[in-house]
Antibody, heavy 120, light 107 residues
Framework: QVQLVESGGGVVQPGRSLRLSCAAS????????IYWVRQAPGKGLEWVAV????????YYADAVKGRFTISRDNSNNTLYLQMISLRAEDTAVYYC?????????????WGKGTTVTVSS | DIQLAQSPSFLSASVGDRVTITCRAS??????LAWYQQKPGKAPKLLIY???TLQSGVPSRFSGSGSGTEFTLTISSLQPEDFATYYC?????????FGGGTKVEIK
C-alpha cells in the first residue's frame, strides 16, 4: 500500500546536526513533490520544506532557512532532511507528506512521524 | 505570510450533533484551502481540498464550503470516531500555513 516511513529522529544537543529520512513505497516516488511538516509538543502543524518531484525546486520556511536542507534520492525512493545548528525550538515530531497530484499543494499521504528532541 | 484563524479553538459536542468550524484567512486565497483531521499520536489525514472537495474515502457527513477569506468545515452528524483536532491549511502561496486547530471533544 501507499506508505511513507520516517526515521532518524532522536535526542540531540543544541547546535548539533541530524538527518531525517523518509522511505516511500507503494507509489511512483519520482512523480511526486514531497513535504516536511513538523509539530512541536502540544502545538499545531508547521510546514518546514518542500522539494519538487525531480529535486529541482526547493522551498523552506523562514524558521529553518539556511539551517535545513531537503533532498531526495529517486533511485532509492527516499527523502531526506539535513538539519544543522539545531535549536530547542526545533523540537517536534517531523512528518513527511506527499503532494497530491494537481496544481495545488494538498498533502494526501502522511508518514507516522519521527521525533526530534533538541536538549542539553 | 497568509494567516489562518480558526474558531472555535475548542468545541464540546455530543454524538449526532451538527458541528461547524470556521477558518478565516488574512487575505483572499480563492478556494485554495484544505481541512485535515488529526487524532492523538497520529498523523494528520486529508479530509477536504479545494475548499469543498471530499478526499476519496472520507465519509459524506464531512463537507466544506467557502472561498476568498472565509471557510467552514461541517460535520453533519458527529460520530464517535470524529472526536479529534481539525486544521485548515492554505495552499495559495508559500509559505504554506495552517490554522491553529479546533479540538472537538465529547460533551
Amino acid at each position: 500500500q501507499v506508505q511513507l516511513v520516517e526515521s532518524g529522529g532522536g535526542v540531540v544537543q543544541p547546535g548539533r546536526s541530524l538527518r531525517l529520512s523518509c522511505a516511500a513505497s507503494g507509489f511512483t516516488f519520482r512523480d511526486y513533490a514531497i513535504y516536511w511538516v513538523r509539530q512541536a509538543p502540544g502545538k499545531g502543524l508547521e510546514w518546514v520544506a518542500v522539494i519538487g518531484y525531480d529535486g529541482s525546486n526547493k522551498y523552506y520556511a523562514d524558521a529553518v532557512k539556511g539551517r535545513f536542507t531537503i533532498s531526495r534520492d529517486n533511485s532509492n525512493n527516499t527523502l531526506y532532511l539535513q538539519m544543522i545548528s539545531l535549536r530547542a525550538e526545533d523540537t517536534a515530531v517531523y512528518y513527511c507528506a506527499r503532494r497530491r497530484i494537481g496544481d495545488r499543494a494538498y498533502m494526501d499521504v502522511w508518514g507516522k512521524g519521527t521525533t526530534v528532541t533538541v536538549s542539553s | 505570510d497568509i494567516q489562518l484563524a480558526q474558531s472555535p479553538s475548542f468545541l464540546s459536542a455530543s454524538v449526532g450533533d451538527r458541528v461547524t468550524i470556521t477558518c478565516r484567512a488574512s487575505q483572499g486565497i480563492s478556494s485554495d484551502l484544505a481541512w485535515y483531521q488529526q487524532k492523538p499520536g497520529k498523523a494528520p489525514k486529508l479530509l477536504i481540498y479545494a475548499a469543498s472537495t471530499l478526499q476519496s474515502g472520507v465519509p459524506s457527513r464531512f463537507s466544506g464550503s467557502g472561498s476568498g477569506t472565509e471557510f467552514t468545515l461541517t460535520i453533519s452528524s458527529l460520530q464517535p470516531e470524529d472526536f479529534a483536532t481539525y486544521y485548515c491549511q492554505q495552499v495559495n502561496s508559500y509559505p504554506l500555513t495552517f490554522g491553529g486547530g479546533t479540538k472537538v471533544e465529547i460533551k
